[in-house]
């Protein structure tokens, strides 16, 4: 299994800011993925992020409004851009270990005002 | 395209068992994965098929027909604990690596 940890856990944010959230692996891993939760939903993934490549985002995603980082084999950051109330949503960030598993951040519980 | 369907939510008894079923219609099927996610935690791994067949781990137990694009996730002995969403999610190979497609997921109430 892996340790993964998100900053910020929660925040409120106004209208137009942008938000970056971190999320750290206490181990290397190749391919880590963002997802988004909004309330009462199920999992949407919003990219996956390879270190060394750039982001591959899903479709209705862009670069523009949520631009990765993967500076290295066990951190990246996800950045919400120019928010509105619609990006209110739950972020999380997981990574692959082994061929299949899957395992999840703690969340990031993000609210615009 | 991906589509993956399970009940909304369902209720059960301590100690009785529930069969949770997933339905779903994908292409590049690469494995069903079964998570488990309490109110306001993050989803925790359960179970993955691959092959046709029953998978036996402890008290839960995942099913995959490939051929009818169907899955269930069988849970025994329920305990209060077990109060949780399930979440249904399909692996897609894309460009060469895995990627999760979940389903909007089955809320369970377990009752004294």
């Known amino acids: 299994s892996a340790v993964i940890s998100q900053k910020p856990s929660r925040d409120i944010c106004q209208r137009g800011t942008s938000l970056t959230i971190q999320c750290q692996v206490d181990?290397?891993?190749?391919?880590m993925f963002w997802y988004r939760q909004q309330p009462g939903q199920s999992l949407t993934l919003i990219a996956t992020?390879?270190?060394?490549?750039?982001?591959?985002?899903e479709s209705g995603f862009v670069i523009d409004k949520f631009p990765i980082s993967r500076p290295n084999l066990t951190f990246s950051t996800l950045t919400v851009s120019n928010m509105s109330p619609e990006d209110s949503s739950i972020y999380l960030c997981?990574?692959?270990?082994?061929?299949?598993?899957?395992?999840f951040g703690p969340g990031t519980r993000l609210t615009v005002t | 395209g991906q589509n993956i369907d399970q009940p909304t939510e369902m209720t059960a008894t301590e100690g009785a068992i529930v069969q949770i079923n997933c339905t779903y219609q994908t292409s590049g099927f690469n494995g069903l994965f079964w998570y488990q996610q309490h109110a306001g935690e993050a989803p925790t791994f359960l179970s993955y098929n691959v092959l046709d067949g029953l998978e036996e781990k402890g008290r839960f137990s995942s099913f995959l027909s490939r051929s009818k694009g169907y899955s269930y996730l069988l849970l025994k002995e329920l305990q209060m604990k077990d109060s949780a969403s399930y979440l249904c999610?399909?692996?897609?190979?894309?460009?060469?690596?895995?990627?999760?497609?979940f389903g909007t997921g089955t809320r369970l109430l377990v009752s004294p």
């Open positions: 997981s990574v692959l270990l082994g061929s299949y598993e899957q395992y």
């Open positions: 181990s290397q891993v190749t391919m």
């Open positions: 999610a399909v692996g897609a190979r894309n460009t060469g690596f895995q990627k999760l497609v």
């Open positions: 992020a390879n270190q060394g490549s750039e982001a591959t985002y």
